[in-house]
């Protein structure tokens, strides 16, 4: 390898309660596509957001051409020539391409001069893009050729992608690549941060896998095999499952064919999703975050209804039914969002607990809020799962990540749901894990059926009895998780399985 | 330097400190604002603040300021609903205007009917018609996702054109000699808002203030739709997981808003207005969304708020009677106090914290 344009090492960043990178050294040459690749969670995000100068390491060092490199600012790293695409678009629909171009620059142009220069730009590259058109009417692929080609008229040294074909459709992806071979040939060096193990093949010159906020492995994408860079991302060893898969009963909720439209821009789609859970079980489903769990959550916590007979519960197609007519029957869902979805910020912990618990632990009689009750219960809740705080009159604000997440699973498991749906149930909060992953078990144990949606493959692995990967909104194969094998597992999170382990 | 840091916690000292100093600086702003028209500031400000409630004419003004309170607390009650779950009602004027036409026309198409069923039935039309104004652009947001700001806004002038109309046209005084406005109210027992106690300023449109205060309290903080309304605004994607749906709360809230505005124009006209006019609006509704937010959207604290801003009518008129201020002063001085409000505010969520300039 030649002299390397960006070289960092020993970078670690520790947030409170989690440790997003440690000790991550890795050297990025002029001209080469470098790919950062890791689940989600692995540290990809922090790595990059040190380079960029949105967040300080706390320890290590970063040379940029040789010299030391310390960005206090985005700014800063601009003027050191790296440029940045992140995966969410800072654009005002409002204003027109040019605009939008010459809000992110220092100095700008007068814009019809900035215009022309777009245009130059967009032609050079094969971008093809009109400076006058309103960003309100653009796609989100013609979204992210405006961040793309805001980023070239600073002439980068290094360019960052994070997640850039998350939201392109597969001939929009052709031509970025197009564009990123050219970058390359000209001597840009390009830092890809991605899971999608084919397009890394496709695209990349080196690969540096993270796992847990740290460097893993380093290869050639071309040369190594997609399992092989799976079975690292995910890692090959597991624990050893916490229990053993006892009786199960009936099958208390089930799923067929079920399909929903995406949840915004950036959401995916379900296609054909089907499962049963019986009373006693434990499902896992697993996939990398965006393929399609925040949906599955909606579709069935009610705040998205689906085709009738998609969603049986007990026997009773609810598919129709919205959230509180859910809980009223038994089922119970914790979003993977804290704050502002599973529980209001501003409001206290005892409000909070009729957000969810108005149905099952009669906190409202005949419309009028039984303030009471509910202190008691979000009393109950901060007893029996040790929530940190000052009383059950705290704003959840207030709560630090795990204690309000200790909460909120704590108020849907309290209430004794016959099938809890847990979205990201231990997400960035390690230490209060070791509350909720044995509270989940018991709740089984005394005969719910629970399904844990989760990118945290150990725990799942861990706890549940089966266990099935989202992917594009398909959900594969459900398969027992004792005797499951790491690449199996990488495949199904690929949506493969099905075909590839057909004679295996 | 200085920086703002946002408080774990909104300050509850702050949170009802603020509106009692947002009244101290509009008093010193008013104060060096009526020292440049050349009146004595501290002369005007007791006129203003002092002399309606304890000066020597306070038993004529009092009354009045009971009258002027009614309407913006029955008003403001319904905006801060909307308030506090997002909904934003700014056409509060319109809907009140509209209620009063649709209640002085039920009192007019009868006349000289002699009944006691023809005032409630008043009150009744009153609020349908501020509800039907309000609904216009609750379903227009709900079905065409509009912007509910603009098009309440914009009904008010509709609404103002619509009273002229029916002031110059269908409810003209059939005996009035061809001059625009509807027969006086006042002179007609059956529909007349008297007052209850005789020079004591209590009309009926008081005691629904009284009761929509209570009934506000009760909803809000003891009914789940009240919590439903303020999960709405506090976290409207945990208001849609509780089960929520978003329309049915923009309804309501716009609904129960233009009803009471509806209720407070037909209070109005059937009393201290006495008859649909030309210029029957006179910006309650928009003085109201002061008093919602002066208030802290709480109806204890809307029920304070409209006495205070009843008392800036009062002294205000007494200080351009006595001391020759213009109105505009006037209308300054209460804009003023939602400006000065909203500023200190900002102490409410965030504190003062004094950093060093680190060397770059």
Known sequence: ????????????????????????????????????????????????????????????????????????????????????????????????????????????????????????????????????????????????????????????????????????????????????????????????????????????????????????????????????????????????????????????????????????????????????????????????????????????SGERQSASGSVVFCGDDISRLGPSARRARGLCTAPEERLGHAAAPEMSLTENTLVTGAERENLVQRGMIQWGAAEAFARRIITAFDVRTPGPDAPARALSGGNLQKFVIGREVLQSPRVLVVNQPTWGVDAAAAAIRPALIDLAEGGAAVVVISQDLDELMEISDRFGALSEGRLSNIRPVRGLGVEEIGLMMGGAETRALAHG | MLRLERRATPSKLWAWAAPVLAVVFTMLAGGALFAAFGTDPVLAIRTIFWDPLFGEF????????????????????????????????????????????????????????????????????????????????????????????????????????????????????????????????????????????????????????????????????????????????????????????PARVVIFCLGLSGALAGMAGLFEVAGPAGQITIEFGVGYGFTAIIVAFLGRLHPFGILAAGLLMALTYVGGEAAQAGLQLPAAAIQVFQGMLLFFLLAVDVFTHFRVRRIRVREA
């Open chain 1, 1 to 300: 390898m030649s002299d390397p344009l960006l070289r960092l090492s020993g970078l670690s960043k520790a947030y409170p309660g989690v440790i997003a990178n440690e000790d991550v050294s890795l050297a990025i040459a002029p001209g080469e596509v470098h790919a950062l690749l890791g689940e989600n969670g692995a540290g990809k995000s922090t790595l990059v957001k040190m380079i960029y100068g949105l967040v300080r390491p706390d320890s290590g060092a970063m040379q940029l051409s040789g010299a030391a490199y310390t960005p206090a600012t985005p700014r800063a790293a601009r003027a050191a020539g790296i440029a940045m695409v992140f995966q969410h678009f800072s654009l005002f629909d409002a204003m027109s391409v040019a605009e939008n171009v010459a809000l992110g620059m220092e100095d700008p142009p007068r814009l019809r001069d900035l215009a022309t220069r777009i245009r130059d730009v967009s032609q050079a590259y094969g971008l093809p893009l009109d400076p006058a058109r309103i960003v309100g009417d653009l796609s989100a692929g013609e979204r992210q050729r405006v961040e793309i080609i805001r980023c070239l008229l600073q002439r980068p040294r290094l360019f960052i992608m994070d997640e850039p074909t998350s939201v392109l459709t597969p001939g929009e992806v052709e031509i970025l690549f197009a564009t990123l071979r050219k970058l390359r040939g000209e001597g840009v060096a390009i830092l890809y941060i991605s899971h999608k193990l084919a397009e890394i093949r496709a695209l990349c010159d080196r690969a540096t896998i993270l796992r847990r906020g740290r460097v893993v492995g380093a290869c050639d994408p071309r040369e190594v095999s997609a399992h092989a860079m799976a079975e690292q991302m995910v890692g090959a060893r597991f624990g050893a499952p916490l229990r053993t898969p006892g009786e199960t009963g009936e099958v208390l909720l089930s799923l067929a064919g079920l399909s929903l439209a995406p949840l915004g821009t950036f959401g995916t789609a379900l296609k054909d999703v089907a499962f049963d859970v019986r009373a006693g079980e434990i499902l896992g489903i697993g996939g990398v975050a965006g393929n399609g769990q925040d949906e599955l959550l909606a579709a069935l």
């Open chain 2, 58 to 245: 306070a038993f004529f003004y009092r009354p009045q300021l009971l009258l002027k309170a009614a309407p913006l607390v029955l008003i403001a009650l319904g905006l801060a609903m909307g308030f506090r779950a997002g909904v934003w009602n700014i056409g509060a004027e319109g809907q009140y205007i509209v209620g009063a036409i649709c209640g002085a026309a039920v009192a007019l198409a009868l006349y000289p009917a002699e009944s006691w069923l023809l005032f409630p039935a008043m009150v009744a039309a009153g609020a349908l018609g501020g509800w039907a104004w309000g609904m216009i652009p609750a379903l227009l947001r709900v079905r065409f996702g509009t912007n509910e700001i603009l098009v309440s806004l914009m009904l008010v002038y509709v609404a103002e054109k619509l009273v002229a109309a029916m002031a110059l046209g269908l409810l003209r005084d059939p005996e009035g000699r061809g001059f625009p406005g509807s027969r006086n109210l006042q002179s007609y027992p059956s529909a007349h808002n008297a007052e209850i106690i005789a020079g004591s300023g209590v009309h009926w449109g008081v005691v629904a203030a009284l009761i929509a205060v209570i009934g506000g309290y009760v909803l809000l903080s003891h009914h789940v739709r009240g919590f439903h309304i303020r999960l709405s605004g506090a976290a409207p994607k945990a208001a849609r997981f509780a089960g929520v749906i």
